[in-house]
């Protein structure tokens, strides 16, 4: 696996990168990990709907092809997006997902947080409020998008 910080990057830019690198890639290609930060920007999921978002404001809002919600992405989030063969490494996409939640309790542990996840709920979640959200895109077996944590 390829890991890769691509730093302070527009939103839509990357995303436009993800489905080329989707679009792109063959059994072969090696499956990346894109550790990014955004500046601020609401990412509407396609379980979303508009009211969810609360005011409206100077963040720009845009629509993508991930599931989940509405998500805040900006300064002071950890975003890692997830460029995974799901057929080659042998798990569906709810495997997958619950392998992420758990790295990220995991690692959340390893700094003495107590991370937990909430029924019904996607994402993980510290002393009840939620700290990664995750949201993914799965294309002829293959998934972009990916969680984003918040650290600051």
């Not at 890769?4 to 499956?31: C, E, P, S, V």
């Not at 100077?58 to 993508?64: E, L, W």
């Not at 947080?113 to 799965?138: D, R, T």
């Amino acid at each position: 696996m390829k890991i890769i910080n691509l730093g302070l990057q527009d939103y839509t830019q990357t995303w436009d990168a993800m489905k080329n690198f989707t679009q792109a890639r063959n059994a072969n290609t090696k499956d990346e990990l894109w550790i990014v930060e955004h500046p601020s920007v609401f990412t509407q999921g396609i379980s979303s709907k508009a009211e969810h978002l609360l005011e409206s404001s100077d963040i720009p809002v845009v629509n993508t092809d991930r599931g989940g919600q509405i998500t805040y992405h900006g300064p002071g989030q950890l975003i890692v997006y997830c460029l995974i063969d799901l057929k080659r490494l042998g798990v569906g996409v709810k495997k997958m997902v619950s392998l992420i939640e758990l790295s990220i309790i995991d690692l959340l542990a390893k700094y003495q947080i107590e991370a937990h996840l909430k029924e019904g709920a996607p994402g993980v979640y510290v002393n009840g409020a939620k700290i990664a959200a995750l949201g993914l895109k799965v294309k002829n077996g293959r998934t972009y998008h990916g969680l984003s944590l918040n650290v600051d």
